[in-house]
C-alpha cells in the first residue's frame, strides 16, 4: 500500500500543472505558463506581487515594435520596483530556457543579478538576451493582445505609448 500511494504521489508531482498567470489587460486577457522548473526564485517573486495586487493598474511603460513589452514599475518610468526580499535578487539562466521565440515572459533588469519587480514578453525571437535576462514563462494564450499592444503608438523618449496600456489584474491560476 506504502509502495502505491509513493507512485501515486510522484506521478501526480510529475504531472502537476505549471501556474498560469491571467494578465487582465485594458486591451484583453494574455496568459502566461509560469515555469519554477527553470526559474523558481523569480516565480516565487512574480506570484507573490501578483498575488498581492503589486501589478494591478500598472502599466506598460515601454513598447517596442518588434522587440517587446515592458512593465512592471509602480513609477512607470522603468526606474521602480523591487522585488518581494525588498531589494534586488540574482539571476536564474537554464540552458533549457532561450530566446528563441516570441511570447518570452523574462525579468528586465539594469544588469547582472538586478531583478527586482519589472518584467517583459517578447514579440519576437531575441537571440541576444540569452544569459542576460531571466526567462520565466511562456505566453500560452492571447498573443494577438501582446501584438495589438506592440502596435501602440508611442512617443518621446523611454519607447512611452501614447496611451496608456494598463495591466488592470494579475491573478494565478
Same mark, same amino acid.
Given at each position: ?11 501526480? *508531482? ?10 487582465? +489587460?485594458?486591451? @484583453? $486577457?494574455? !496568459? ?15 506570484? +507573490? /506581487? ?5 501589478? &494591478?493598474?500598472?502599466?506598460? /511603460? ?9 512593465? @512592471?514599475?509602480?513609477?512607470? +518610468? #522603468? ?5 518581494? =526580499?525588498?531589494?534586488?535578487?540574482? &539571476? ?18 539594469? @544588469? ?13 525571437? *531575441?537571440? =541576444?538576451?540569452?544569459?542576460? /535576462? +531571466?526567462?520565466? #514563462?511562456?505566453?500560452?494564450? @492571447?498573443? &494577438?493582445? $501582446?501584438?495589438?499592444? !506592440? ?19 494579475? *491573478?494565478?491560476?
Amino acid at each position: 500500500m506504502k509502495k502505491l500511494l509513493l507512485i501515486l504521489s510522484l506521478t501526480l *508531482t510529475l504531472f502537476a500543472a505549471n501556474p498560469i498567470a491571467v494578465l487582465e +489587460t485594458s486591451q @484583453g $486577457v494574455i !496568459e502566461i505558463e509560469l515555469r519554477p522548473d527553470i526559474a523558481p526564485k523569480t516565480v516565487e517573486n512574480f506570484i +507573490t /506581487h501578483s498575488k498581492n495586487g503589486y501589478y &494591478d493598474g500598472l502599466i506598460f /511603460h515601454r513598447v517596442i515594435e518588434k522587440f517587446m513589452l515592458q512593465g @512592471g514599475d509602480p513609477m512607470g +518610468t #522603468g526606474r521602480g520596483g523591487e522585488s518581494i =526580499w525588498g531589494g534586488k535578487f540574482q &539571476d536564474e539562466f537554464s540552458p533549457k530556457a532561450l530566446f528563441d521565440k516570441a511570447g518570452i515572459l523574462a525579468m528586465a533588469n539594469s @544588469g547582472p543579478n538586478t531583478n527586482g519587480s519589472q518584467f517583459f514578453i517578447t514579440t519576437v525571437p *531575441t537571440y =541576444w538576451l540569452n544569459g542576460r /535576462h +531571466t526567462i520565466f #514563462g511562456y505566453v500560452v494564450k @492571447g498573443m &494577438d493582445i $501582446v501584438k495589438k499592444i !506592440e502596435l501602440t503608438p508611442t512617443s518621446g523618449r523611454g519607447n512611452k505609448p501614447i496611451n496608456d496600456q494598463v495591466i488592470t489584474k494579475i *491573478t494565478i491560476k
